[in-house]
């Protein structure tokens, strides 16, 4: 993992994303500290859980099989709005 100390990482920010996005996470440094850490989106899917789609997860749903589902609309007229 890459050290970047904060003052490069606010010059060379596009940099940076691309690191994570190829080479992998990217440690964030302030005073020597590590403070954060920079992974692509494909990494933070996959360590969070979050590589379902969202027709996937609406078939899991347990409302997926029932089919007299009404939902109610407000058939009210629009909001006055003045220009």
Sequence with gaps: MQ?????TTK???WELL??????G???I????QSVAVIVSRELFDRLSGN????????RASPLADQDGIEFERDRGLPREVSF
């Design 18 to 23: 691309r690191h994570a996005t190829r080479e």
């Design 25 to 27: 996470p990217q440690n």
């Design 29 to 32: 440094t302030v005073d020597g």
């Design 3 to 7: 050290n970047w100390q904060m003052q």
């Design 11 to 13: 010059a060379r920010f």
């Design 51 to 58: 590589e379902q789609s969202l027709a996937d997860f609406m």
